[in-house]
């Protein structure tokens, strides 16, 4: 389904409060997933029209193997959105991918699915991907609530260096510039001597791992989607957006 980020007036210009992305997930048999309405033009232009009207400037397409299997719907569909001022970018989510055994799959997809199919005979710009959207949460493994904070802790170094093996993959394909972007939840800075969930040492090492991520991600979203007021919102993301991390920081709410 759609999902609004919404960007708020949290220390960003004013011109990014007034841009908005969705996560547009593939759902099969739900109207509203991209498996139904991707490759139906008539859809395609009312789902346009749609996020046109909603100020939408981004979209995070959850394709799966359609760039590999119909190159022509996902470029019909990319230009679609260009033309309309839109970004495409292409969604990844697969949680295991933190394993470094499941690496070179992960690296495999994102040649295929966005690498190969950008630099197609013929392929031109508005046809492209803009970015990757990386949504890989290990916080929805199965296991995640019965990890020690040590143990949660080693599960953000494996996603940290999975972004790291990302941006190394695309170095080695020759886009070493090529933008990705990743999804956070807001509370990966909690220290555990604020109730936090990671086992962070202290504050140092808390700090360290977001400029490490930082080298190798284009920006990254907030996801502050169970917080119930602004002022929640606010303080829940205020050390990411205070903290001088050099990498683009958005903040996500969850809207109808």
């Known amino acids: 389904l759609l999902t609004a980020t919404l960007f708020l007036a949290l220390s960003l210009p004013a011109a990014e409060c007034k841009h908005r992305g969705v996560w547009f997930w593939q759902d099969a048999g739900n109207p ?25 400037k981004r979209v995070y397409g959850s394709y799966g193997t359609q760039p590999v299997t119909s190159p022509s719907v996902s470029a019909t569909w990319n230009a679609k959105l ?11 989510s697969e949680t295991t991918s933190i394993f470094p055994s499941n690496h070179p799959s992960l690296l495999t997809k994102i040649s295929l699915r966005v690498l190969d199919f950008n630099s197609a005979p013929g392929r031109t710009v508005p046809e492209k991907f803009d970015a990757l959207h990386l949504d890989i949460e290990p916080q929805a493994l199965p296991n995640w609530s019965a990890l020690t904070g040590s143990e949660k802790r080693d599960h953000l170094l494996l996603l940290r260096d999975t972004y790291a093996a990302i941006r190394t993959h695309l170095v080695t394909q020759g886009v070493p510039t090529f933008p990705v972007y990743a999804d956070l939840p807001v509370w990966f800075d909690r220290l555990p001597t604020d109730g936090g969930q990671i086992g962070w040492t202290n504050a ?10 930082a080298a190798s991600l284009t920006g990254y979203t907030l996801m502050a989607f169970d917080q119930p007021s602004f002022n929640a919102i606010s303080n829940s993301v205020s050390w ?17």
Do not use: C, P
């Open 32 to 56: 509203y997933g991209a498996a139904t309405i991707v490759g139906n033009a008539a859809l395609e232009n009312q789902t346009v029209t749609f996020l046109t009207s909603k100020s939408v």
């Open 82 to 92: 260009h033309a309309a001022g839109i970004q495409s970018q292409f969604l990844m």
């Open 204 to 213: 140092a090492d808390r700090n360290q791992w977001f400029t490490n991520i």
């Open 240 to 256: 990411e957006l205070t903290n001088g991390i050099s990498t683009q920081v958005r903040v996500a709410i969850e809207a109808d």
